[in-house]
């Protein structure tokens, strides 16, 4: 990514002793290691970082985001910011860019993008349910066909299992970036995965679910649920294994976790939506994923 200037807004990377500061615009989620990143910075009334860009390959795509100081403007620091990221890209030899987080209809930055020429490429449903009436109904599904479950399956924390084996049991999936993935497995992650609610389904000794969640205030935020079998009744029993792995280890009375969130794709991944429903669950506003080709 390049350096530019316009007027009194300056786009350059952060020296060494300003990486500290850098990091703080981007603390409401990790970034991949080797993410670089450039800063927006106002040299009036004195200097000071206004506003950052992040940027890294990911395969053939560039993923971005960006992060502006309460009170500034993103509509003015924006645009030379994406120029920045987009220049960057044509000199690696790349022309598609995604914006790297989901955005809710209502957030500044869907407009910002559009008007940079970025599309919709992806929708996402959310859904949230009460964390009591999840593990209640969690817990009397498993009771109920506990007796029906192959006596090979078994689940286990995914702390002691390393993020390609979820890569593989996710496969073709649209669920989560590969590099976004191995950093929320990484213990020292902020914002990363539940290593001890999280888990995968074993079948002796081959891996066939797994369900990534993640502590987001007072909620658990179930970003992958996969069961790779195509017997709906075992995948029924496959879901009932992975959530009782995190109702047997959470206090839906007086634990932290008070809501249980997932998300699915607008179209596929309709099973996500029908079994939030089922737990009396309620959808919340949709998020879309931005791209672009140059």
Same mark, same amino acid.
């Given at each position: 990514?390049?350096?530019?200037?316009?007027?009194?807004?300056?786009?350059?990377?952060?020296?060494?002793?300003?990486?500290?500061?850098?990091?703080? #615009?981007?603390?409401?989620? &990790?970034?991949? =290691?080797?993410?670089?990143?450039?800063?927006?910075? %106002?040299? @009036? *009334?004195? !200097?000071?970082?206004?506003?950052?860009?992040?940027?890294?390959?990911?395969?053939?795509?560039?993923?971005?985001?960006?992060?502006?100081?309460?009170?500034?403007?993103?509509?003015?620091?924006?645009?030379?910011?994406?120029?920045?990221?987009?220049?960057?890209?044509?000199?690696?030899?790349?022309?598609?860019?995604?914006?790297?987080?989901?955005?809710?209809?209502?957030?500044?930055?869907?407009?910002?993008?559009?008007?940079?020429?970025?599309?919709?490429?992806?929708?996402?449903?959310?859904?949230?349910?009460?964390?009591?009436?999840?593990?209640?109904?969690?817990?009397?599904? #498993?009771?109920?066909?506990? &007796?029906?479950? =192959?006596?090979?399956?078994?689940?286990?924390?995914? %702390?002691? @299992? *390393?993020? !390609?084996?979820?890569?593989?049991?996710?496969?073709?999936?649209?669920?989560?970036?590969?590099?976004?993935?191995?950093?929320?497995?990484?213990?020292?992650?902020?914002?990363?995965?539940?290593?001890?609610?999280?888990?995968?389904?074993?079948?002796?000794?081959?891996?066939?679910?797994?369900?990534?969640?993640?502590?987001?205030?007072?909620?658990?935020?179930?970003?992958?649920?996969?069961?790779?079998?195509?017997?709906?009744?075992?995948?029924?029993?496959?879901?009932?294994?992975?959530?009782?792995?995190?109702?047997?280890?959470?206090?839906?009375?007086?634990?932290?976790?008070?809501?249980?969130?997932?998300?699915?794709?607008?179209?596929?991944?309709?099973?996500?939506?029908?079994?939030?429903?089922?737990?009396?669950?309620?959808?919340?506003?949709?998020?879309?994923?931005?791209?672009?080709?140059?």
């Amino acid at each position: 990514m390049n350096e530019s200037a316009s007027s009194d807004l300056t786009i350059r990377e952060p020296a060494p002793d300003e990486a500290g500061r850098m990091s703080r #615009f981007f603390r409401s989620g &990790s970034l991949p =290691p080797g993410a670089q990143i450039l800063a927006a910075v %106002r040299s @009036h *009334p004195i !200097e000071r970082f206004v506003a950052a860009v992040a940027g890294w390959p990911e395969g053939n795509i560039v993923r971005f985001r960006l992060a502006c100081q309460p009170g500034v403007s993103r509509s003015d620091v924006a645009a030379p910011l994406i120029r920045c990221v987009e220049e960057g890209a044509r000199t690696a030899g790349l022309n598609t860019l995604h914006y790297a987080e989901s955005l809710a209809d209502d957030n500044e930055w869907c407009g910002i993008l559009r008007e940079n020429g970025y599309e919709c490429l992806h929708t996402e449903r959310f859904f949230e349910v009460p964390s009591l009436e999840a593990w209640t109904r969690v817990t009397q599904f #498993f009771k109920k066909y506990q &007796s029906h479950i =192959p006596p090979g399956w078994r689940t286990e924390s995914i %702390r002691h @299992h *390393p993020p !390609e084996l979820a890569l593989d049991v996710i496969g073709d999936h649209r669920l989560m970036p590969p590099e976004e993935l191995r950093a929320c497995w990484r213990a020292d992650s902020p914002g990363g995965f539940e290593l001890d609610l999280s888990s995968f389904l074993f079948d002796d000794a081959h891996a066939i679910g797994t369900l990534l969640a993640r502590r987001s205030q007072d909620a658990l935020c179930v970003d992958v649920r996969v069961i790779r079998l195509e017997n709906p009744r075992l995948r029924a029993l496959g879901n009932s294994c992975l959530l009782h792995h995190v109702a047997c280890r959470s206090d839906p009375v007086g634990g932290p976790i008070r809501w249980l969130r997932f998300r699915a794709g607008e179209i596929e991944h309709r099973e996500t939506a029908n079994l939030a429903f089922r737990m009396n669950g309620r959808e919340l506003s949709p998020r879309h994923i931005f791209g672009k080709r140059l």
